[in-house]
């Protein structure tokens, strides 16, 4: 046992604000802009523009897949601590009325 204990909620609230926070980025980002106009300097700006967005964009499929992955990692937590606990054989219980223990 690796003694990792995640809140399944937990894990849903960190997706969630990876989603919040990776459509908020897409907000501000908006589109290239295409009508560049920097003077002498239009092609290096233009080309630092699109390196810019290009990199976002990688980086907004990344998030993407982290907060997919660890929305999917709260249903395999959650479905794994049941299926370990319906494999666990039953208590004994006693059978003089007592609450059993120590």
């Known amino acids: 046992m690796s003694g990792?204990?995640?809140?399944?909620?937990?894990?849903?609230?960190?997706?969630?604000?990876?989603?919040d926070s990776l459509t908020k980025l897409k907000q501000v980002a908006g589109e290239p802009a295409?009508?560049?106009d920097a003077g002498e300097s239009t092609p290096?700006?233009?080309?630092?523009?699109a390196t810019f967005y290009e990199?976002?964009?990688?980086?907004?499929?990344?998030?993407?897949?982290a907060a997919t992955e660890v929305h999917n990692s709260g249903g395999v937590y959650t479905r794994t601590d049941e299926q370990a606990a319906?494999?666990?054989?039953?208590?004994?219980?006693?059978t003089d009325g007592t609450?059993?223990?120590?």
């Not at 990792?4 to 989603?19: H, I, V």
């Not at 290096?44 to 523009?49: G, I, L, S, T, Y």
């Not at 319906?86 to 006693?94: E, G, K, Q």
């Open 4 to 19: 990792l204990n995640a809140d399944p909620a937990d894990l849903d609230r960190l997706a969630r604000t990876l989603t």
């Open 34 to 36: 295409s009508d560049i």
């Open 44 to 49: 290096a700006v233009a080309k630092a523009m």
């Open 55 to 65: 990199t976002l964009s990688k980086m907004a499929a990344d998030t993407e897949q």
């Open 86 to 94: 319906a494999d666990l054989p039953p208590l004994p219980l006693p």
């Open 99 to 102: 609450s059993g223990g120590r």
